[in-house]
């Protein structure tokens, strides 16, 4: 289980952040992964994709799941004013940002906090969890 956080560096989306939760003993133990109190949380950064609009308000949040069939693909890069909290439950997907195509498996979560990225599914298909939360749009 791996968990990513993407942003912007030097103008370009790119994954900030990677790990994996290490959880050890016997008892019941959680790892905090991300925390905010902004509601609703800050504006995106600016994108040079397409704009998707997903019909979420700032401050709203909405818990969709997600299907890819085997070697599908949103190939066109884009952002959203939004928080995307992605849990892949089966299958795989390449998120691809400026940075390259980064792969996530059953188990792997990332956070795509607006910035401009594009999917691809792998062969088997992807089914991802994903919790939506509303961001105000970046001024302009």
């Given at each position: 289980?791996?968990?990513?956080?993407?942003?912007?560096?030097?103008?370009?989306?790119?994954?900030?952040?990677?790990?994996?939760?290490?959880?050890?003993?016997?008892?019941?133990?959680?790892?905090?992964?991300i925390s905010f109190s902004?509601?609703?949380?800050?504006?995106?950064?600016?994108?040079?994709?397409?704009?998707?609009?997903?019909?979420?308000?700032?401050?709203?949040?909405?818990?969709?799941?997600?299907?890819?069939?085997?070697?599908?693909?949103?190939?066109?890069?884009?952002?959203?004013?939004?928080?995307?909290?992605?849990?892949?439950?089966?299958?795989?997907?390449?998120?691809?940002?400026?940075?390259?195509?980064?792969?996530?498996?059953?188990?792997?979560?990332?956070?795509?906090?607006?910035?401009?990225?594009?999917?691809?599914?792998?062969?088997?298909?992807?089914?991802?969890?994903?919790?939506?939360?509303?961001?105000?749009?970046?001024?302009?």
């Open positions: 289980m791996r968990r990513f956080v993407t942003g912007v560096k030097d103008g370009k989306a790119c994954m900030v952040q990677v790990t994996e939760p290490k959880f050890e003993g016997a008892s019941i133990s959680g790892d905090e992964f902004a509601n609703p949380p800050t504006p995106r950064p600016a994108g040079n994709g397409a704009f998707l609009d997903l019909g979420v308000a700032p401050g709203v949040v909405k818990w969709l799941t997600i299907n890819f069939p085997p070697n599908a693909a949103h190939a066109q890069m884009h952002h959203t004013d939004s928080i995307d909290c992605h849990t892949i439950i089966a299958g795989s997907v390449d998120l691809i940002l400026d940075d390259g195509a980064h792969r996530l498996a059953a188990g792997d979560s990332v956070i795509v906090t607006g910035v401009d990225h594009a999917w691809q599914a792998g062969d088997e298909g992807c089914t991802s969890s994903i919790l939506v939360i509303g961001t105000p749009a970046p001024n302009a």
